[in-house]
């Protein structure tokens, strides 16, 4: 957001350190509580591990003061309509185009929810009067109205770190666009062990478990990254990523719903849209950004750096 930013070194590392330290931690107990009855409660403790981003900036010595808290809303009316919709559309434009190559894995029968859940679920459901389409059009409703608000008091703790602190220091010091690819990389690599211990993603049945879904996860976080530092220089207000954060993880469940799970190998490709198939409407909303987007650190001289 700041574009006269300087690269402070010893808060960066701090900030990495603490992060990575305290998170990585986190995702290695969320692995040996999966394994006992305590389980449950890993999916809490995961929600709560987005908070560790923040901290990290305090830790740090940096001021999370400054780094807009003020939506702005007239202003920013039509960033806040991006931030709140897009993920919901960039879902539905990924969806489809796995389903147009995949026909056959498109399920509305409930049968994808039943080999994942029991059929106890569906039970539910009919119990309550609703037929299974029915929810999937409740689900998409809430994606739209107000999951995302609810997610973006979660995802307020992580765009703090990212894209509040570490960004603007990758920026100030390797330029606007490989700050933003460098700073995807760090992003992705920090969900690295729960990829690799308990699957979380892409699941284990993949050729090339954990490192190709450890990989690519990267490659999507630097898409979304892009998005949300867009977002954040585009409005000076810190709100708008964390929206299109909690946007993105209300709807990115929706479409593994309808996916039958005998083709839940193939998550790789999609059909969420961390998939490498149904995340190109993401890459190529990423990429318009990253080619159009003018910035001055870019072809100038070496900013400079300090370790105050």
Known sequence: MNNTTTFNKTQTIKYLVFTFAVA?????????LSKTSLAPASQLILAAMMFVPMLGVIVSGAKIKGMGFSPNIKKNIIPILIAWLSPAVLTALGAALYFLVFPSHFDM??????????????????????????????????????????????????EIGWRG?????????LGYRF?????????GMWHWPIIWLIGYEYG??????????????????????????????????????????????????VPLVITYTNARSMRLLG????????AIPIFIFALIIL???RQTNDGNAQPTDTNE
């Open 24 to 32: 990585w931690s986190i995702q290695v107990c969320v692995y040996f």
């Open 109 to 158: 029968t409930g049968k994808a929810m039943i080999e994942a859940t029991g059929e106890d679920v569906i039970k539910q459901l009919e119990r309550q009067g609703m037929t299974f389409p029915q929810y999937i059009l409740v689900n998409i409703i809430s994606c739209i109205t107000f999951a995302p608000f609810l997610n973006m008091l979660f995802g307020l703790g992580e």
């Open 165 to 173: 602190f570490l960004y603007p220091q990758l920026k100030a010091k």
């Open 179 to 187: 700050g933003n690819i460098i700073g995807g990389m760090i992003w």
């Open 204 to 253: 284990a049945n993949y050729i090339g478990f954990p490192v190709v879904g450890m990989l690519l996860f990267c490659v999507i976080t630097i898409g979304l990254g892009i998005i949300c530092d867009w977002l954040y220089e585009k409005s000076n207000c810190i709100w708008l990523p964390a929206l299109f954060h909690g946007s993105f993880n209300a709807a990115a469940t």
């Open 271 to 278: 059909s969420a849209p961390n998939g490498l198939i149904s």
């Open 291 to 293: 080619l159009k987007t």
